[in-house]
């Protein structure tokens, strides 16, 4: 198994179009990961996501190691998994709404224009618990135009069933 190619804070925010300065008030910061290969361990470039609880308290970072691919995330140690955004849970909570994406960068760009958004770490990572997180507010799934999207809005409808679905176009970055 080869390393993945790295990745910088620099690099992220070029690729999502959003000011590193942004990023960094965040908490994303540059790091590194500790790669196993068949040659042994590799330092890898990787950008740090912090994962807070309501409180701000970290409860585990997520490194992203690539820029794309289907391995470009991996996660340190921590507490269970969690939404992303959960620091902003009483702000979200004022607005009456919630709009849930998949990831964090669909949160950051959220964010930078002022949208109540949490995410869920991955198409298929959302657990039933997380639904009384968003009781009482009118919620919103952001659905890709891929049939991940599709299953990734319908595994959250299960949970919550006045959840409404913004379907994503197909030019859609």
Known sequence: MSAPPGCTLAQLADAKRLPV???SGLGLRDGQWSEKTQQGPVGVPAV????????????????????AGPDRFRWGRGEDLC?????RLTE????????????????WTGWFYDLPVLGVP??????????????G???FVWCEPDEGGANFAASIARDIRSLRVVRA???VP
């Open 83 to 87: 939404l992303y955004g959960l620091w």
């Open 169 to 171: 176009g197909g030019d």
């Open 122 to 135: 991955g198409a298929r990572a959302w657990k039933p618990q997380w639904a009384e997180l968003l009781e």
């Open 48 to 67: 740090v996501v912090p994962y807070r609880g309501t409180d701000g308290r970290r409860l585990r970072d997520r490194y992203r190691t690539a820029l």
């Open 92 to 107: 979200i909570t004022a607005t009456g709404w919630a709009l849930l994406v998949e990831g964090e960068s669909d949160c």
């Open 137 to 139: 507010l009118e919620v």
């Open 21 to 23: 300065e942004f990023l």
